[in-house]
């Protein structure tokens, strides 16, 4: 079984989201989801999420990509997720190319195009109009 590990905050979950995941299933057999909890995103991030934790696993539980949701504590545990879960695979969006290359010394590393005409952050802004 091939194993694909990408990582998100997946806050205000949109069609976007829905391709990469989509996109990353794909590539293997079984897709894990590291998903940012709050703590780490307001603390390491500076980001304050509209949906809790709990409630955004909720959601990518609920599509049927994705086949496990752990937390994101720490930028560091990628390393450690990727020799837990025996990953062959590990797959973030392209406005990260390049950042880890250094993944490739354990697994496959994929930089995958992102859905050009929406983001978090742009339905942020429509909605501040």
Known sequence: MKKVITYGTYDL???GHVNLLQRAKELGDYLIVALSTDEFNWNMKQKKCYFPYEERK?????IRYVDLVIPENSWEQKISDVKEFKVDTFV???DWEGK???LKEYCEVAYLPRTPEISTTQIKEDLKK
Request: net charge negative; no cysteine.
């Open 92 to 94: 973030i969006g392209d």
């Open 58 to 62: 909720r959601l990518l539980e609920a």
């Open 100 to 102: 880890f290359d250094f």
């Open 13 to 15: 979950l949109h069609y």
